[in-house]
């Protein structure tokens, strides 16, 4: 038997602040914090800013928002306000300024001359939150298009439904907590049918931090023969 592992490289981007400290008056406004986010290795695409859950008359907005970034190594800035109504109490708080989903990811692939295919995928969670996460993979013989799979995979795998991931009953998501690293390994092991065939396959990460999954932006695509 032989084998190799064929890393992918996540695409994301940095998100940085001007401003680390903000005084607001009661009953008044900020003065806007520049918010600045970095495309890194390649990534390009809308960008949807949020907060974590501020006190009662607090209000943050974001000008503009979404932003895009439609440039690989490009950047783009938003402007944060932060309101604060005449009835609330002068406190201290922390505001964490959130995106909409983008967990790093890096998935292996150990290719194999046998009909179980082998996958690791390696994830990193920068939210303030733990995540459930799970990996959706298509394939198709390349030479027979008609041979075909779409599995999610957590723990174990599952076929996908056809109304996709969040239809899909009997998901076992991996918990990665904030700030952590995690790695998980799974396999697909209904390959007997593509004997003799190339398979192309496309990765796509999905998170959960409550009940309903989100689709990560970045696609992973990739191919390997199946041998008996």
């Known amino acids: 038997m032989t084998s190799a592992c064929e890393p992918f490289t996540v695409n994301d981007f940095t998100l940085t602040a001007a401003t680390t400290s903000i005084t607001v008056s009661v009953g008044s406004s900020s003065a806007p914090d520049l918010l600045t986010m970095t495309s890194?290795?390649?990534?390009?695409?809308?960008?949807?800013?949020?907060?974590?859950?501020?006190?009662?008359?607090?209000?943050?907005?974001?000008?503009?928002?979404?932003?895009s970034i439609?440039?690989?190594?490009?950047?783009?800035?938003?402007?944060?306000?932060?309101?604060?109504?005449?009835?609330?109490?002068?406190?201290?708080?922390?505001?964490?300024?959130?995106?909409?989903?983008?967990?790093?990811?890096?998935?292996?692939?150990?290719?194999?001359?046998?009909t179980t295919q082998s996958w690791t995928a390696v994830v990193t969670n920068p939210l303030p939150t733990s995540a459930n996460l799970v990996v959706r993979i298509i394939g198709s013989a390349a030479n027979n298009p008609t041979e075909t799979f779409d599995i999610t995979c957590g723990v174990t795998c599952v076929n996908t439904a056809s109304g996709g991931v969040n239809a899909t009953p009997g998901l076992t998501p991996v918990s990665v907590a904030s700030g952590a690293k995690t790695s998980f390994s799974f396999s697909q092991m209904n390959l007997t049918s593509f004997v003799n065939l190339k398979v192309t396959f496309t990765a796509q990460l999905w998170w959960t931090t409550g009940s309903t999954y989100q689709m990560s932006p970045t696609v992973k695509s990739g191919a390997f023969d199946v041998v008996p």
């Open 40 to 67: 890194l290795g390649g990534f390009t695409g809308s960008i949807t800013l949020s907060t974590n859950t501020l006190p009662t008359g607090v209000f943050a907005m974001f000008v503009p928002n979404p932003v």
């Open 70 to 114: 439609n440039t690989a190594g490009a950047s783009s800035t938003s402007n944060l306000t932060i309101s604060v109504s005449t009835s609330t109490a002068p406190q201290t708080f922390t505001l964490i300024v959130t995106t909409d989903g983008k967990l790093h990811w890096t998935h292996h692939l150990s290719l194999s001359k046998s």
